[in-house]
């Protein structure tokens, strides 16, 4: 395996990012990764640019059954199943989640951190509101790959009020 990564040596070296500066400085080999971890793996993952105006969540999975590894400039959660990805996506693109993403970040700059103020419960496939919204999300996702606007805003309307609903905000809060 050395003898493979020492014929891209200069290469590797070359990579830019701060991360890779740094490990560099501090003498780590020059194959070393950063920022990786069994959730770059996950087979299903909620992912969002980074440097947005405005947080727009969107789930990936595996293709040709195999993972995705999304570039550094997207954020991500791995989840357990299609299902909870969708929950949680839902959940980041609601109006509530964009609220609290918005008064919360840095303009341009949505890092994970975010997450530390959206409370988003975990997971649960008994809970309908949990499953309504991952149906909803989903939903969402086709009517914008079919470029179907009028259905997107009908779909992101509920969203809506089932965030609500999983938040415990009355009509008038929401």
Same mark, same amino acid.
């Given at each position: ?24 400085? &501090?003498?780590? /080999? ?5 920022e ?11 992912v ?10 969107? &789930? ?6 195999? /993972?995705?590894? /999304? ?5 991500? &959660? ?29 303009? +341009?700059?949505?890092?994970? #951190? ?10 649960? /496939?008994?809970?309908?509101? #949990?499953?309504?919204?991952a149906?909803?999300s989903? %939903?969402? #996702? ?13 779909? %992101?309307? %509920? +969203? ?15």
């Open positions: 395996t050395y003898g493979y990564l020492k014929r891209f040596e200069q290469v590797l070296r070359k990579r830019g990012g701060w991360e890779v500066k740094q490990m560099m400085k &501090v003498g780590k /080999p020059f194959y070393s990764m950063s990786i971890g069994d959730y770059t793996f996950a087979q299903w993952k909620v969002w640019r980074e440097q947005a105006s405005k947080m727009t969540a969107s &789930v990936i999975g595996p293709c040709d059954g195999r /993972p995705t590894v /999304p570039d550094h400039k997207l954020m991500l &959660v791995d989840c357990g199943s299609e299902e909870e990805a969708h929950f949680v996506c839902a959940c980041l693109n609601s109006s509530l989640g964009q609220f609290v993403a918005q008064s919360y970040a840095v303009e +341009i700059q949505m890092d994970p #951190h975010i997450l530390d103020h959206i409370r988003i419960p975990r997971f649960d /496939p008994s809970n309908s509101v #949990h499953i309504r919204l149906e909803l989903q %939903e969402a #996702h086709e009517a914008a790959k079919a470029g179907d606007e009028k259905r997107l805003q009908r779909i %992101e309307s %509920e +969203i809506d009020q089932t965030a609500a609903k999983l938040w415990g905000l009355t009509d008038e809060e929401l």
